[in-house]
């Protein structure tokens, strides 16, 4: 990513929210919004309900106007742009599912052509080299003649999906697109939007309700807390920071540093019943998990009591002279040691 | 692994290269099968009656040839060449807002007879008449007081048209629409009912026979006016079919696209009342071709492209008009002759009855 390159998407002292009307006072959701999407990045919009995630991307792709401020698209002020010229950079994908009725994939995807069309003018060579190419890039290709009401939910999330690519956009926002799907779709998507930044150029934006997915995938995550800001970072710096979990946490919860996630902290918290795990890679993982859901926590100090688990199917492990097959019975006898305490 | 990704790859390069050109080829058949169904539909039409004209020489006269017979030529361009270009303009902008009304309500049912937006458009033509106090139900009308009615009619289904349409963004429910325009049509036609009844009774009948649909007595003068405006109407939404198709997806996809959604909308919504209004004024109500054409079209397509469905509904509407004006009492086997929605409702009410049992009502699209 180098200095020079022009955001695709950047907001100057943007302030969102809604105007005063008639019986409605004017709320100010997010103020003083400084943001930068640059070609390519796969950008995560993540933050609690309510806090203004849909505000802040209906004011990113001039769905509302801003109470103060500019959105800058490929340097230009959104709000100066035509809707045919916005439409020719800019594309969305909604959360709610649409229902066409009779329409190809491939009349759907056409539909992203529009704003390079007059209101009579007809399909050029452009047009169709420009469907053909959204269908391949969103992986639809084979669905080309089925109708949209005959797929499944994940299939016409990617047809709709290859429909903002036909309008060959500089930014993508994607409302919610995990909202629907389950997670083996959720994955699939993922691999495919972080494929797309590299095969067409265009910054992704999404906003999610998924905290690993927006931390795993996003090159930047932006992150809307509840004081009515905008946080951009890399999700690592957000994650260390505890940024996320001052945002997300209630009372009770903790960020899993290796889940990626927000979890309920044990509700005692009792420190003495703590234990070293000798063992590595996915065995460890799962003993500690196991460690942790008998309410012990799981400790480097080894002059403790030592915990070896070993390779197996179950597996075999050793605590303090007593061993067992598998997680199961160690979850036992661990919630047993700790009850007389 | 190598043996199932040969498999994949080799079965959709076929069908990418063949089905396109499949399907311009049935869909540009279908719409030649269409036309000469219109035409035969309109040489039928023309032929029969209580005095039977030989095809040949119907043809011979239609196309400027000439004929022996001045009674003939009489009958044919006086008489019934004015009606079957009226039933033919009456189809065609009736099924064209039926499509429109289907998109713009996002409603399988939408159509301006079901919503009571004919009923809107008499009503409204009933108070210029009676305020005007024709003579006849626009029979005998100057061409000026005719444009007035015209007008009334159009402002009337307008009207109606806005007010389902707000309480249909409200409602949501495609049925619970439907059956609040059963109700607001009941509500208007009970208004001309008063209207008429308090101001002179003796038009109760012509009126009923009005509001039942004719196109029997449509003149060439009248005949112009319908002609000019409705092909003009008929022009624009044609011209709306790329914006429909963005709105096929949602108000917000819609304007995502750069499509001005209050534009087409207002633009949509003043041709509806405009065909809608101006059909209702010279041939009275004629039920369910804005239901039957667009459905059937849409069925035989396979697309609810408005690029397509537009023009393929336009033919459907008047062909249905055509042949249920045949039935009415244009064939000259017998001497009666019916209203024309007591024959279209033998064609509507099945679709209406197969929307609401195929369960697209209830997902609220076409």
Known sequence: MTEETRPALQTLALSAGYRKRRRHPGVTVLHDVELVARPGELITLIGPNGAGKSTLLRTLVGAQPPLAGRVLLDGQDLATLSPRHRAQRLAVVLTEPVDVGLMSVEAVVNLGRLPYRSWVGGEKEQDRAAVDRALADADVAELRDRMLTDLSDGERQRVMVARALAQEPAVLVLDEPTAFLDVARRIELAAMLT????????????????????????????????????????????AYSGAITRTFAGANMSFDDAAATIVVA???????????????????????????????????????????????????????????LGFESLVIHLTSRRAPQ | MSVS??????????????????????????FVLLVLLLLSAVVVLIAQGSIAIPIGEVLRILTGQGTESEINQTIVMDA?????????????????????????????????????VNSGAILGAAIVILGTSGVGWLAGLGVVSQLGVTGAAVAGAAVVLLITLGISRRVGNPVVVLVIGVMLGYLAEAGVDMLVYYTDPDRLQALTTFRRGSVRNVTWNELQIVGITCGAVLGVSILLAQPLNALLLGERYAASLGINVRRVHFLSLASVAGLAGIITAYCGEIAFIGLAAPHLARGLLRTADHRLVLPASALTGAIIVLVAEFIAGGNGITSTSLPLTSVTAFVGAPVILWVLMSGRARRGTQ
């Not at chain 1, 196991?290 to 480097?300: D, L, N, Q």
């Not at chain 2, 790859?9 to 869909?27: C, D, K, L, Q």
């Not at chain 2, 189809?91 to 996002?106: D, E, I, K, N, P």
Request: net charge negative; proline share 7%; glycine share 10%.
């Open chain 2, 80 to 116: 019934r060449l004015p009606k079957v270009v009226a039933g033919l303009l009456a189809g065609a902008a009736l099924a064209v807002s039926g499509v429109q009304m289907q998109t713009l309500f996002r409603n399988p049912l939408a159509e301006p007879f079901v919503l009571g």
């Open chain 1, 266 to 324: 044990d509700a005692d918290g009792d420190p003495g019943a703590t234990v070293h795990v000798a063992a590595d890679g996915r065995l460890r993982q799962w003993a500690e998990h196991a460690v942790r859901r008998a309410g012990w926590t799981s400790t480097e100090d080894i002059s403790g009591p030592v915990l070896k688990v070993m390779h197996g199917t179950p597996c075999l492990w050793q605590l303090d002279g007593t061993e067992g």
């Open chain 1, 195 to 238: 494929r797309l930044t590299t095969t067409t150029g265009a910054a992704i934006i999404l906003s999610t309700h998924d905290l690993g997915f927006a931390l795993r995938r996003a090159d930047q995550v932006w992150l809307v807390g509840p004081d009515a800001t905008v946080t951009a970072s890399a999700p690592e710096d957000l």
């Open chain 2, 5 to 30: 990704d040969t498999d994949v790859e080799e079965v959709p390069a076929p069908s990418r290269e063949s089905t396109p050109r499949r399907r311009t080829g049935y869909v540009a058949g279908l």
